[in-house]
């Protein structure tokens, strides 16, 4: 049940460093980690040894850090009903469990084990993700019917919360326009007593509790008529041979030194530790905490080590990937080149805990960074929220790897800074071959509904004195929009049929926040006159003169003329456009970037390639 992603979120949410002080405590994780555990615990007691209920419990509590899908916790994501949100998630859930059961019938008992907890994390989130503790006793029995046989009908009332993984920030858990909203501090979540709508009191039977204990003491016995359930397919006997006295598989004895690179040993066995005083968890953000030690390993190229008799707590460590869009531009360390962005952290202890972390990386990821300037920076929202150079770095360039020693939750950043960037008429100088490496703003990148439509883009300098069309090398498709800053490698070209000048790409051009670039203001006569204009970002107008029939492209005229006749300038349609909605005869403002068609650079005319941006009629009338 999940205050899920939550990292993420807040810092998509925060506006400035003091409000990200005020958020160290962070929300309460409950069904997402520790209350899944609570609902866990009773129907495993007396069940299976420590060992298993340990493993089953870490398989439910991962399933909040693997990739994410509404069926794993009864969330209603857009474009589904309630109703059809309720069947993909029960679904989910019934495979869950029957594949646990043939998985221990087949003697695969790691396997069996992991499943278990995930069918109970599914199970468990029904009832803190919908509106279960409203409904009245017949209502409760249809659900828990439903959740079986999807032959079943469902109540008319029933309510999931909505959630948007698409979203940024909190829209992820406030989808714009739903009225059933997940939430996270507010809400309808009952994933906790303080948050969402979990603190509202409701009373049964002369009974009165939070909405989270209804949804708890329900998520407690649906767990314990689960594990009943399983136990009755494949036989008492069959489960107390495989879980009644399961351990852990035996693990080497020898202490290794710290830092330890794990990501180069070969595929991680969720269930099988490699050290004795090693648990790992994968795939998931969190590792529990204790007096042994361990490495928290978050099957996304990074790691936590703890170093034994560190921990006199419990808790957990985790480490959550930070996606480099949901922190605003101006708080990355200055000047720098932003790889990989990690916050690790330790949860359930105030404890100043000394641990090492590792993060690894590929030459590609590097970009424009020599790999001996790479860099740790922190951002430490917890004490002074700024960013600091990370000292005592080691760097291991044969597997790919940065360790660094920290005694402190933080976000970190692996980056490096960016040397002095050649400008665009520079580039624009040199010979056809020549290699380019640089980072450049982009300002065209066509799209059709969400997906990129062109092998090429268009970029800019921050100063708009020139721009440059970039072309991806061969099968290669980028996920590039407006206003992301680019890394271009590849070498200088020219298009021998207009003469336009271009970057063919060796390498997939990589994406993160980059600045706008303005519009240039442009007549008929300076886009197909001034050569200045190529490959610039520009705002025409004129009077329609005409349309193509597929709607690919259109014509415009400001009255300009050229050898006595009227000159009209070809605007160009990739993607998504309200072309569809204009006539000849309207007066309109197109933006756009101005670039060369033809067959021979001699008599290649200049043409604006239009940009998803609808276009303005500001009058309508006749040819």
């Known amino acids: 049940m999940?205050?899920?992603?939550?990292?993420?979120?807040?810092?998509?949410?925060?506006?400035?460093?003091?409000?990200?002080?005020?958020?160290s405590a962070g929300p309460s994780r409950a069904f997402s980690g520790g209350n899944h555990a609570e609902a866990t615990k009773p129907a495993?007691?007396?069940?299976?040894?420590?060992?298993?209920?340990?493993?089953?419990?870490?398989?439910?509590?991962?399933?909040?850090?693997?990739?994410?899908?509404?069926?794993?916790?009864?969330?209603?994501?857009?474009?589904?009903?309630?109703?059809?949100?309720?069947?993909?998630?029960?679904?989910?859930?019934?495979?869950?469990?029957?594949?646990?059961?043939?998985?221990?019938?087949?003697?695969?008992?790691?396997?069996?084990?992991?499943?278990i907890g995930e069918a109970l994390h599914i199970l468990q989130d029904f009832y803190s993700h919908s509106n279960y503790v409203d409904m009245n006793a017949a209502e409760q029995a249809a659900c828990e019917a439903a959740l079986k046989d999807p032959a079943k009908p469902l109540p008319a009332g029933l309510k999931l919360t909505g959630y948007d993984n698409s979203g940024t920030g909190t829209g992820k858990y406030n989808p714009k326009g739903d009225t059933y909203e997940h939430g996270l501090y507010w809400g309808h979540h009952k994933d906790t007593a303080s948050t969402g709508d979990g603190n509202r009191n409701i009373t049964k039977g002369g009974v009165t509790k939070t909405a989270f204990e209804w949804a708890m003491e329900a998520a407690k016995k649906a767990s314990k008529d689960l594990i009943d359930e399983i136990i009755a397919a494949v036989g008492l006997e069959l489960w107390n041979f495989k879980f009644a006295t399961y351990m852990f598989p035996p693990k080497p004895s020898s202490f290794p030194s710290v830092p330890i690179p794990p990501f180069w040993i070969g595929p991680f066995d969720y269930m099988s530790p490699l050290y004795d005083f090693l648990k790992w968890y994968r795939p998931g953000a969190f590792g529990n905490l204790t007096p042994l030690g361990g490495i928290m390993d978050n099957s996304m190229g990074t790691a936590v080590f703890v170093p034994r008799n560190a921990v006199c707590l419990p808790g957990y460590v985790y480490a959550i990937d930070v996606m480099p869009g949901s922190i605003p531009c101006d708080w990355y360390p200055p000047g720098v080149w932003p790889i990989k962005i990690r916050e690790v952290g330790i949860g359930d202890t105030s404890l100043l805990l000394p641990v090492t972390v590792g993060i690894t990386y590929t030459v590609q990821e590097l970009g424009p960074i020599p790999e001996c300037l790479l860099r740790v920076y922190e951002f430490d929202l917890y004490r002074n929220a700024l960013w600091t150079q990370v000292p005592g770095v080691q760097l291991d360039p044969v597997h790919g790897a940065a360790y660094f020693p920290t005694d402190h939750p933080g976000i970190y950043c692996l980056g490096g800074e960016l040397p002095v960037q050649p400008t665009i008429p520079h580039l624009l100088s040199m010979p056809d071959g020549t290699p380019v490496n640089t980072l450049k703003n982009v300002t065209l990148a066509p799209r059709a509904a969400g997906v990129r439509v062109t092998s090429f883009f268009y970029v800019e300098d921050e100063n708009r004195v020139a721009g440059m069309r970039i072309e991806n090398a061969p099968g290669i498709v980028d996920d590039l929009n407006v206003n992301d800053l680019a890394q271009i490698n590849g070498a200088m070209a020219s298009n021998p049929d207009t003469g336009e000048r271009f970057v063919q790409l060796d390498s997939y051009p990589a994406?993160?926040?980059?600045?706008?670039?303005?519009?240039?203001?442009?007549?008929?006569?300076?886009?197909?006159?001034?050569?200045?204009?190529?490959?610039?970002?520009?705002?025409?107008?004129?009077?329609?003169?005409?349309?193509?029939?597929?709607?690919?492209?259109?014509?415009?005229?400001?009255?300009?003329?050229?050898?006595?006749?009227?000159?009209?300038?070809?605007?160009?349609?990739?993607?998504?456009?309200?072309?569809?909605a204009l006539?000849?005869?309207?007066?309109?403002?197109?933006?756009?970037?101005?670039?060369?068609?033809?067959?021979?650079?001699?008599?290649?005319?200049?043409?604006?390639?239009y940009r998803s941006v609808p276009i303005i009629v500001h009058s309508a009338g006749p040819p």
């Open 2 to 23: 999940s205050s899920r992603r939550f990292v993420t979120g807040i810092l998509a949410a925060v506006a400035t460093a003091a409000a990200l002080l005020a958020l």
């Open 44 to 115: 495993l007691a007396g069940r299976t040894s420590a060992d298993a209920a340990e493993a089953i419990t870490n398989a439910n509590k991962a399933v909040d850090s693997g990739p994410y899908s509404g069926a794993d916790h009864f969330d209603r994501n857009p474009g589904k009903t309630d109703a059809q949100a309720f069947q993909d998630a029960a679904a989910n859930f019934r495979k869950k469990r029957d594949d646990a059961i043939a998985e221990m019938k087949a003697c695969h008992t790691e396997n069996a084990l992991k499943l």
């Open 511 to 580: 994406g993160s926040p980059g600045v706008e670039i303005k519009t240039l203001g442009a007549n008929n006569r300076s886009v197909l006159t001034d050569p200045k204009l190529i490959a610039k970002l520009v705002t025409s107008w004129g009077k329609i003169r005409s349309i193509a029939d597929d709607k690919s492209s259109f014509t415009i005229t400001d009255g300009f003329a050229q050898m006595g006749a009227e000159a009209l300038t070809t605007v160009l349609v990739f993607g998504d456009s309200n072309v569809a």
């Open 583 to 609: 006539f000849v005869g309207d007066f309109v403002s197109v933006v756009g970037v101005v670039s060369k068609t033809g067959t021979s650079p001699s008599t290649a005319q200049s043409v604006i390639i």
